[in-house]
């Protein structure tokens, strides 16, 4: 819209500015047009609609739980307590374990931080393999690969759980890991393919002339030039490896739980009284990681989920 | 031709070797976790296999258990209404959106970071907000009450003829500023000179859109619809969060079936047919779409 009205003052301001004539008045665009009233009207209330489950677990999380059962869910707290914070964090109980969802944040770090790593890795080079030295049958395993995306985990899951245990690290973080790696696979190949690819030839050329090998070039010209895709790669895996549940649950032993199956543990469980409040604090703190990572990694974000949308 | 096999250098196979040494993670994840781990699953989902998978076949016994069971025929009910109804809203709302925020708005970053920031949390989460959201006793409906409206009913997850609809609220919740980026990126996509000629025609833009814009979006619109009708399929974690299945068996769906039997009920035949029946929905989803994408490139 704007930048049309400039083109077609463009000129006259031009003829104006040079006759020494200022440009004064109000801006000529009516800021409260009926458009714009309708416009924002309807995306302020969206934007309100996905920030209310945000707002309720705030307030709710800050509240004691005499005033949440007498006051409504959307009003503010009237005492700010951070006892259901601590709560959470150091005494909620699962089962006969009372030590709070720090043992299940823990955990998802000790988890995370290797299966971002390595996937990453792993995949990079795969990815690297099949941009610039591909050989023959290559795009055949890309190919099972890709289409490995869209098939059900549930329809993988006991074959890898046999593997495992053949392996004896059924159960460990070790094995989870292993998981996290095979199941990120795909998309981060994918990503890192097409990012290699899109580089010029001319450098890996200009490379294999100098009589750089494989991995001299992987990690002295490829690897620098891409940070900015690696960047995207670990936005991607990091929330994806926090947010999982299924892997968690079925390929580890409660005492390595995740914090998403501990929550989840934490609040669905059918004795004792219920904490709404310590719940909703537990909810936040979980969800806490991928939010700062979404907040502070911004454009980067929407680059990588617009790459590992399929990954569901 | 076989001759030339023979007399071929010794060191084909050692040709760019450090490349293939490199790929054995890939070829291994493919061939024998993808490729292995699917044909086996279907292979003993023709089992009788209890506690431990044993290669004892017995046709399609497990199959006709399965669609004789009450509870996954409420799954895959319960499926078929979460995702043609998500399809519709998320399609029809991230459109609808991604419309609005291409109006070269102010504002646009804090409104997409606000739309799109449930996708970052997890289905558990998203789950148990909206448990407590729309809990009876102190969320949406005890507040419209106390307003004043006495009899207000709206419990979804306590009432068993709607509670995949309260499922499906926080499915959207979560979903719709994905589609809505995706959408907006396909909008961004298109000529500027399309939305002039329009306007020099006296086109009204609810036309433009409906008629030109749509139309010309279809290979977006396509690869969002297999993205999320390929999320609905997984769907699991947040019904586990939100309801448990419940109340009673009315919220399951078939990845919960499929994980209840293979590691609860120690029915492992069970849980590779449900899952088996999981790979032909997505097949059914997927086929056509790679067919269209893939397949057809050779007539246009």
């Keep these: ?312 | 031709m076989k001759g030339q096999v023979h007399t071929g250098r010794p060191s084909k196979l050692l040709r760019n070797l450090s490349s293939k040494i490199a790929s054995i993670p890939m070829v291994l994840t493919a061939v024998v976790i993808f490729l292995g781990g699917t044909v086996w699953t279907v292979v003993y989902s023709f089992t009788n296999s209890k506690l431990l998978p044993r290669a004892n076949f017995v046709g399609l016994d497990q199959y006709e258990r399965l669609w004789d069971a009450p509870r996954w025929i409420m799954s895959i009910q319960n499926l078929a209404i979460y995702g043609v109804l998500t399809l519709i809203f998320s399609l029809v709302m991230g459109f609808l959106l991604a419309a609005l925020m291409d109006q070269k708005i102010r504002f646009e970053n804090t409104f997409r970071t606000i739309f799109l920031y449930p996708f970052a949390l997890s289905f558990i989460v998203t789950g148990l907000v909206w448990q407590w959201i729309l809990n009876p006793e102190f969320g949406v409906q005890s507040v419209v009450r106390s307003l004043g409206w006495e009899t207000f009913a709206f419990d979804p997850l306590y009432n068993s003829d709607i509670v995949i609809y309260g499922v499906l609220i926080a499915g959207l919740w979560q979903g719709t500023g994905l589609v809505m980026c995706l959408l907006l990126a396909g909008l961004r996509g298109i000529d500027e000179d399309i939305w002039k000629a329009s306007r020099v025609d006296g086109i009204p833009m609810w036309k433009t859109y409906l008629f030109i814009i749509i139309p010309m979006m279809r290979p977006v619109f396509i690869t969002t619809l297999v993205i999320i009708a390929s999320g609905i399929v997984k769907v699991y974690d947040l019904v586990v969060a939100q309801t448990s299945g419940g109340p009673g068996i009315s919220s399951e769906v078939p990845a919960k079936y499929v994980y209840d039997y293979m590691f609860q009920a120690q029915n492992l035949g069970q849980g590779f047919a449900a899952s088996t029946m999981m790979l032909v929905t997505v097949a059914i989803i997927i086929v056509p779409w790679a067919y269209l994408e893939f397949g057809g490139r050779k007539r246009v």
Excluded at chain 1, 56 to 74: A, D, H, Q, Y
Excluded at chain 1, 89 to 95: D, P
């Design chain 1, 1 to 312: 819209m704007s930048d049309r009205v400039v083109l077609k003052v463009g000129p006259a301001l031009a003829a104006a500015t040079k006759a020494g004539i200022e440009p004064y008045g109000a801006k000529p665009r009516r800021v409260l047009s009926g458009r714009n009233i309708m416009l924002y009207g309807t995306l302020t209330l969206a934007a309100l609609y996905y920030l209310l489950p945000l707002y309720v677990m705030v307030v709710t999380s800050m509240k004691g739980m005499p005033e949440i059962r007498l006051g409504n869910i959307f009003s503010p707290p009237l005492e700010v307590t951070f006892e259901p914070w601590a709560k959470a964090w150091a005494s909620a109980c699962t089962g006969l374990n009372c030590d709070g969802l720090s043992r299940g944040f823990w955990n998802s770090v000790r988890i995370t931080i290797p299966s971002t790593l390595i996937s990453i890795l792993v995949a990079s080079v795969n990815g690297y393999a099949l941009a610039n030295w591909k050989f023959k049958g290559a795009d055949v395993f890309f190919t099972i690969l890709i289409v490995g995306a869209f098939i059900p985990y549930q329809v993988m899951i006991y074959p890898i759980v046999i593997v495992l245990r053949e392996m004896g690290i059924y159960g460990t973080l070790t094995g989870l890991v292993i998981v996290h790696t095979i199941f990120g696979m795909p998309i981060l190949t994918l990503l890192f393919r097409n990012y290699f690819s899109s580089l010029p030839e001319e450098l890996f050329k200009a490379a294999r002339i100098d009589g750089a090998g494989f991995w001299q070039i992987y990690f002295r010209i490829m690897l620098p030039m891409s940070l900015p895709i690696f960047v995207v790669a670990m936005i991607l895996q990091i929330t994806g490896i926090w947010n999982d549940f299924l892997f968690g649950v079925v390929f580890t032993r409660p005492e390595y739980y995740p914090m998403t199956v501990q929550l989840n543990n934490i609040v669905n469980s059918v004795q004792g009284v219920k904490e709404y409040n310590v719940n909703m604090a537990a909810t936040l703190l979980t969800g806490a990681v991928p939010l700062i990572v979404y907040f502070v990694s911004g454009r980067l974000f929407v680059r990588g989920i617009a790459a590992g949308a399929v990954k569901g």
